[in-house]
C-alpha cells in the first residue's frame, strides 16, 4: 500500500518549528495551496500548539485562528477531501464537522466521549494519538521507554472506538513521537506498522528532537521517513513535503 504525506500547516504563534510563520490567512492559505502542488495528499490544520510548555488555548480561540484558512478549502469540493483538522477539542471538530471537514486528527486519542461521538457521525479518517495522560503537562512529563506499551494502548483505544461506533476502516493509529516518550522510545516508535500488521499508522516525525541537533535540517527527517516507510507507515505528517514526496517516488 502507498504511503501518502500529511502536510503540516501551524495557525499557531507558538509551535516548535514554525510558529507565527503562517498566522496571517493569506501566508497560511499560499501555503496550503503550496503543499498541494507539491504532492501533499492532505493538509493538516492546526490551531493549538501542543509542544512541552506551550499555553493551553480555548476552543474559541483556537477556531478563530483556523476559521477562514479552513472554510477556504472546504468550500472548494475538490479539496475539501483534503483538509483534515488537527484539534483535541470536541467544540472545534464540531464546526469543523458541520462546515463539510471529513478527516479529524485528535492528538489526545479520541478519549472525550462528545469527541466519539461527532467523529462516528461524521468523520471519513481520524487520527488517534497515543496519549499517555489526560493533560499536556501529565503526558510531556512522562519518559515511557516501551514501544510495547504504546501499541497496546493504542490497539486497546482502537477497540474502544470500535465500541463507540467508529468505523475501523476510519481509524489511523499515531504513536504521537515526542509525546511522553523517551529518545530512545521515539526512534523505536519509527518502525510501530511493523508491530500492528492490518492497521493503518501514520508517523509524526517531522523536525522532532529525538532526530538530533540537526533536526531541522532535511536529512535526518529523511532518513526517518525511511524507516516509516519501510516497516509499513500508511502516512507521514510533515513539515518539508516536496522532499519526503521525492523520497516516496522512489519506491
Request: proline share 5%; hydrophobic share 40%; charged share 25%.
Amino acid at each position: 500500500m502507498t504511503c501518502e504525506i500529511f502536510g503540516i500547516l501551524n495557525v499557531t504563534p507558538d509551535s516548535f518549528s514554525d510558529g507565527g510563520e503562517f498566522s496571517e490567512p493569506e501566508s497560511a492559505i499560499s501555503r496550503v495551496k503550496e503543499m498541494l502542488h507539491e504532492g501533499a495528499s492532505f493538509i493538516d490544520m492546526g490551531g493549538e500548539s501542543t509542544r512541552p510548555t506551550a499555553t493551553p488555548v480555548s476552543p474559541e480561540e483556537e477556531w478563530s485562528r483556523v476559521e477562514h484558512v479552513v472554510l477556504e478549502f472546504l468550500s472548494d469540493p475538490d479539496i475539501r477531501p483534503s483538509i483534515s483538522l488537527d484539534t483535541r477539542h470536541w467544540e472545534t471538530a464540531e464546526k469543523f464537522f458541520r462546515s463539510g471537514g471529513e478527516i479529524l486528527n485528535d492528538i489526545s486519542g479520541v478519549s472525550d466521549s462528545r469527541m466519539q461521538e461527532l467523529v462516528a457521525q461524521f468523520a471519513k479518517k481520524v487520527i488517534v494519538g497515543h496519549f499517555p495522560g489526560n493533560t499536556l503537562n501529565e503526558v510531556h512529563e512522562q519518559k515511557i521507554d516501551s514501544v510495547n506499551r504504546v501499541c497496546d494502548d493504542l490497539l486497546a483505544r482502537h477497540e474502544e472506538l470500535i465500541r463507540a461506533g467508529i468505523a475501523p476502516g476510519a481509524i489511523i493509529l499515531d504513536p504521537n513521537i515526542g509525546f511522553g516518550k523517551t529518545m530512545e522510545c521515539n526512534e523505536k516508535l519509527l518502525k510501530i506498522a511493523a508491530l500492528v500488521p492490518g492497521y493503518e499508522v501514520m508517523i509524526g516525525h517531522s523536525r522532532k528532537r529525538f532526530l538530533g541537533e540537526h533536526r531541522y535540517e532535511i536529512e535526518p527527517n529523511l532518513a526517518a521517513a525511511q524507516i516509516a516507510i519501510d516497516s509499513g507507515a500508511r502516512y507521514l505528517r510533515v513539515h518539508d513535503v516536496l522532499e519526503h514526496v521525492h523520497l516516496l517516488r522512489k519506491y
